[in-house]
C-alpha cells in the first residue's frame, strides 16, 4: 500500500492514462487547479527526483513520469486564472552552457522548478554567455540563473559566464546556481555562484531558498 | 616486449614490462594533426587519407599501446538510413545523431527493415567505406606491432544511435518493450557484420564493443533485459567468426549490488573477456572487484579533467598516485576518460602515456 495519495503515486508510476483519470475526476468535484498541482502532482515528482538521487529510478523511469505530468499540466494550467493563477515563487532562466548538449537532467530540474510555481525560462543546450545574458536582461528584478554541465571540460564556460553577468551589472539581481555531474561544492565555491544541489528535487529547494533571500 | 605482446600479457592476467594504455578517440587524433571534423567527414564522405595520417601519427608520436584505427563514430549508417548526423566542431566526440533519425515513428520501421537487411558495411555508407580504408592502411603500416581493434556499440546503445531521437528511444523502453528488442536485435545483429568488416580490413585483436547506457542511464534490471542478450550474441558471434575475444566498453556506477550482479552475468553469462569502464569506478575498486574477484582483465580511467588541463607534472602526479592503489597490477591498463576532450593538447596525452610506462614498471612498486 503507497504512502501517497492516488494521483501523487501515479505520477510516480508515470502512469500518464491514471494520472489523466484521476486530474479529470478531481476537477469533476472542484478540487482547484492550484491544489491538484501543489498537493498531489509536485509532490509525485519530487519523489521522482529523490529515487532518481537514490539510484532506484533511471532516465526511463523519470522521463516516463515526466511525460504523466506534462499530460495533467496540460489541462490544469489553462484553468489556472485569477485568483487562482499561479503565484510565481521565481524566475529562472536556465540552460546547458556552451559545448555541453546534455539535457534531461537540465529538462527535470525545469520541469519541476515550472511545477514548484517557477517562471522558467529554458534556454535549451549549448547556451552562448550573450544567451544567458539577454536573457537575463529581458527580466526585471530577482532572477535565478541556472547552468548545467555535465561534462568537466564544459566546466570552464560557467566561470565564464559569472563573469559576463557581473560586467553586465546584474550580479546584484541574479543569483546564480549550477549542477551537472563534475560539478561539486568546492568547485562552486570556487568560480563564485551561490550553490549546487546533487539532484533535482534539491535544486527546487535551493532554488526556492535562492529566491527567497 | 612489443606493444602487441604488453596487451597480451594483460588479457592473460601476466605480468607485462609495462602498463600497456589504451587509446582516446579518433577525435582526439584528428585534433591534434590539425584537423576539425568536418574538415574529415561528412554526411557522406569520409577522408581516408587524412584519418590514416592522424591514427599512424599518434600510435608514432604519443606511443599508444593499441589501437583502434576505426573512428568512434555513432554515426555509421545513420545517413543511408534516412536520418541526418551532426558533425561537431567544439569538444566534438564524433559524428553523432540528431532528432532527425531514421525511425521518427513506428510507421519508418518496416522500410528501414527492409533497407538493413540489404545493407552492406563496405559499400551501402561511403563513410563506412572511407573507415575500412583506414584500417587497411593502418594494418599494413603496423598492424605487425600494434593490436589493432575493431569497435562498435551493442544493444540499446547501438538500436538508438541508428535508429531513433534519443528521448523517443528511451520513452519506448517501457511503452514499447516488444518493439525495442526487435530494434535492439536488428542493431546488434548490423553491428557484428560492421566488426567482422573491420576485421576483414585488417583488425587483429579483441573487439571492442561499448554499451553506454550502461547504468548511467538505465536500470541494471533493464540491462540485464535488453542488453545482456545482445551482448552474448556479439561476443559469440565474434569468436565464432573470428576467434576473437570480446571487450566491453560500459557507463555508469557498477559499484552498488544491482549493477554488480548484472557485471557478474556479463562475465558468466555473456562471456566478456575485459572491461573498460568510465569515471565512476576508481581504480583500487576495479583492482579488487573486478579482476581479482570477477577474473576477468579491465582498464583502470585517469581523471578526465586532469587530462584535459594538465599541466603534464600534475597528469605524472596523477598517474603515479593512481598506480599505487592497485596492489601487483596484474590484469590492468591504463585507459582515458570518457570525459577527455578531443581538443586536449598531444602533450598532455604523451606526459600520460609515458607516466604509465615509467610508473607502471613490473613489478609495481
Redesign the interface.
Known sequence: MSDFPELTQAVID?NIKKVLEIVNAEIEKGTSPQSILSDYMIPGMLEVGSLMAE?EY????V??SA?AMKGALAIVEPMMTGSDSMQSVGHVVIGAVD??IHD?GKNLVAMLLKGSGFEVNDLGVSVKTEAFIDALKAKKGRVILGMSAL?????DEMPVVIKAVEEAGLRDRVKIMVGGA?VTQEFTDEIGADGTAEDAASAVTLATRLAQS | MNKKERFQAVREMRAPDCMPVWPRVMSQMLYSNGYILPEVTGQDWYDADKVTNAVLRSIKEVGYDVAIPSYVDYGFGVPPLGGTISIPE??GLAAGTTDEQPVMTKDDWPRVQKMMAKFDPAKTDPRMAGCLDVIKNVSAAVGDEISLVPMYYVGTTAAMFLFRPN?AF??D??EDPEWVEEMVDLATDWAIDWISAQYEAGCNSVCFTAETMG?L???PK?GEQFNLPCIKKLVDEVKKRHGQATWLHIHG?MK?PKAFEYLEKIVKEAGVEGFHFDENCPADWIKREVVDKLGVPACIITD??AI?KGPPEKIQADVKAQIEMIGDGLGLMMAPSC???PATPDENFKAWVDATHEFGTYPLK
Not at chain 1, 533511471?58 to 523511469?61: G, K, M, S
Not at chain 1, 561534462?151 to 566546466?155: A, D, E, Q, S, V
Open positions: 508515470g539510484g533511471f532516465i526511463p523511469e522521463l516516463r511525460k559545448g555541453d534531461i561534462i568537466t571540460p564544459t566546466l563534475p | 567544439k569538444f528521448e528511451l520513452e523502453l517501457f547504468t542511464m538505465m536500470s533493464m556506477d552498488t578526465g579533467a584535459v570525459q577527455v576532450l
